[in-house]
């Protein structure tokens, strides 16, 4: 058996607004002897995701929330350093969840083998995880986008953006314009991953560009922002467009009271206009040959993507507080 200790970082406090480093804590316990059926992952990669904001509040969203005290279950990819799982050997790569050094799993539950893809072990943390298969079943399912038609793309310099704009342009899409915060993103979404435009919603002119850009109106919208979002796009909408509602990162810190509605819902009748929630891991069975197909993406140099790395599990809170000030720019992992 491994002896020593494992960190985990569980929620301190239910998070009202905004979160901080505050509301969390580091535990420091000792590794459990393994039972039989379970086994031992040492985390390499764990993931900032805005989703898991929505489950650190009182209030429930498409999982039930967590509980102060208890470990927040972020995405991670680590190494299986002991196994008494007749599926899994010690050396083996896997994609799991959990914020802590090290994971005790029984094999259930999100915990996949990492296939040797010749791509690196992060990317299955981002690209080739959770924010990529987001990007892939939400044009591919949610969506069903088809070549020749025009994508609006909101947050589309985050993991899930960029590649959601990315694959719609490889897969045909006439026009794929994104929306982000600040030049060098909008610059690096046109110069880099291939977008047609990109408008600054920082930008003093904003709106006059997105109303510009939009005469010609949109059968998509991949939606990772929230209601206002939305709303804005609706007018724009073409007849029978869909739209992918993906993330919501600037409503996450909101009660539902305090989150800006919809309004123009006129546009669903005379447009005939579907809008559809996406939880990813409704698609799973179909991640192998996604992942496959991307990674082959990736090498071939196709789909670009931007990681930001820091170091130590007590990195983690101040980098996910990050999410919420417009500091990101690509996918955040905390390497162990």
Same mark, same amino acid.
């Given at each position: 058996?491994?002896? $020593?200790?494992?960190?985990?970082?569980?929620?301190?406090?239910?998070?009202?607004?905004?979160? &901080?480093?505050? #509301?969390?804590?580091?535990?420091?316990?000792?590794?459990?002897?393994?039972?039989?059926?379970?086994?031992?992952?040492?985390? !390499?990669?764990?993931?900032? #995701?805005?989703?898991?904001?929505?489950?650190?509040?009182?209030?429930?969203?498409?999982?039930?929330?967590?509980?102060?005290? *208890?470990? /927040? #279950? $972020?995405?991670? +990819?680590?190494? /299986? %350093?002991?196994?008494?799982?007749?599926?899994?050997?010690?050396?083996?790569?896997?994609?799991?969840?959990?914020?802590?050094?090290?994971?005790?799993?029984?094999?259930?539950?999100?915990?996949?083998?990492?296939?040797?893809?010749?791509?690196?072990?992060?990317?299955?943390?981002?690209?080739?995880? +959770?924010?990529?298969?987001?990007?892939?079943?939400?044009?591919?399912?949610?969506?069903?986008?088809?070549?020749?038609? !025009? +994508?609006?793309?909101?947050?589309? =310099?985050?993991?899930?953006?960029?590649?959601?704009?990315?694959? =719609?342009?490889?897969?045909?899409?006439?026009?794929? &314009?994104?929306?982000?915060?600040? =030049?060098?993103?909008?610059?690096?979404?046109?110069?880099?991953?291939?977008?047609?435009?990109?408008?600054?919603?920082?930008?003093?002119?904003?709106?006059? *560009?997105? =109303?510009?850009?939009?005469?010609?109106?949109?059968?998509?919208?991949?939606?990772? /922002?929230?209601?206002?979002?939305?709303?804005?796009?609706?007018?724009?909408?073409?007849?029978?467009?869909?739209? /992918?509602?993906?993330? *919501?990162?600037?409503?996450?810190?909101? &009660?539902?009271?305090?989150?800006?509605?919809?309004?123009?819902?006129?546009?669903?009748?005379?447009?005939?206009?579907?809008?559809?929630?996406?939880?990813?891991?409704?698609?799973?069975?179909?991640?192998?040959?996604?992942?496959?197909?991307?990674? $082959?993406?990736?090498?071939?140099?196709? +789909?670009?993507?931007?990681?930001? %790395?820091?170091?130590?599990?007590?990195?983690?809170?101040?980098?996910?507080?990050?999410?919420?000030?417009?500091?990101?720019?690509?996918?955040?992992?905390?390497?162990?």
């Amino acid at each position: 058996m491994t002896a $020593g200790n494992m960190e985990r970082i569980v929620l301190a406090r239910h998070i009202v607004g905004a979160p &901080t480093p505050d #509301d969390f804590r580091i535990e420091t316990l000792p590794i459990p002897e393994l039972a039989e059926g379970q086994l031992l992952i040492a985390n !390499r990669f764990i993931s900032c #995701d805005p989703g898991t904001r929505s489950r650190l509040s009182p209030g429930a969203s498409y999982a039930p929330p967590l509980q102060p005290g *208890q470990m /927040v #279950d $972020g995405f991670a +990819v680590g190494e /299986v %350093i002991e196994s008494r799982h007749p599926k899994f050997v010690a050396g083996e790569k896997v994609m799991g969840t959990g914020w802590a050094t090290h994971m005790v799993s029984n094999g259930r539950g999100y915990l996949a083998k990492v296939p040797d893809l010749d791509v690196p072990l992060s990317l299955w943390n981002g690209i080739l995880g +959770v924010p990529g298969m987001t990007s892939w079943f939400g044009l591919k399912r949610v969506a069903q986008m088809q070549a020749g038609e !025009r +994508v609006l793309v909101t947050s589309a =310099a985050g993991p899930v953006g960029a590649t959601a704009g990315q694959l =719609a342009k490889i897969w045909g899409a006439s026009n794929v &314009t994104g929306i982000a915060g600040g =030049a060098e993103k909008c610059r690096w979404l046109v110069e880099e991953c291939g977008f047609d435009a990109a408008l600054d919603y920082k930008a003093a002119d904003f709106e006059t *560009q997105f =109303a510009e850009a939009s005469k010609d109106g949109w059968d998509v919208l991949f939606d990772n /922002v929230g209601n206002a979002s939305v709303d804005r796009a609706l007018p724009v909408m073409r007849m029978k467009g869909r739209i /992918v509602i993906s993330g *919501q990162v600037a409503d996450y810190n909101l &009660t539902p009271q305090e989150a800006p509605g919809i309004h123009n819902t006129r546009e669903f009748i005379g447009k005939r206009l579907r809008m559809e929630g996406m939880v990813v891991f409704d698609d799973m069975p179909g991640f192998p040959t996604a992942q496959a197909e991307l990674a $082959g993406m990736i090498r071939a140099g196709q +789909v670009k993507y931007r990681e930001e %790395i820091f170091d130590g599990l007590a990195s983690l809170p101040a980098a996910f507080s990050g999410l919420f000030t417009g500091q990101s720019f690509g996918r955040r992992l905390i390497r162990m």
